[in-house]
């Protein structure tokens, strides 16, 4: 689960720079999270309703290849 803030105590701070999971590739900027690619069947607004944070949509968004 993507979350606005961490409750844990981090211990490498700003050392992410992509996320993947089994329904979206995301970005990690310094603007914020960058929606790249979605998984087969699943729309922007879908994994967004999943994600805290706010997503950007990428202009080149794309669907994984499986």
Do not use: F, R
């Not at 979350?3 to 050392?15: D, F, I, N, Q, R």
Request: charge should be negative.
């Amino acid at each position: 689960k993507i979350l606005k803030e961490c409750s844990y105590a981090l211990t490498a701070p700003h050392c992410v720079s992509l996320i993947i999971t089994d329904i979206a590739v995301i970005e990690v900027t310094p603007n914020g999270l960058v929606l790249k690619e979605t998984a087969p069947g699943w729309t922007p607004e879908e994994v967004q309703a999943l994600t805290e944070p706010k997503l950007k949509i990428s202009p080149n968004l794309k669907i994984m290849e499986l």
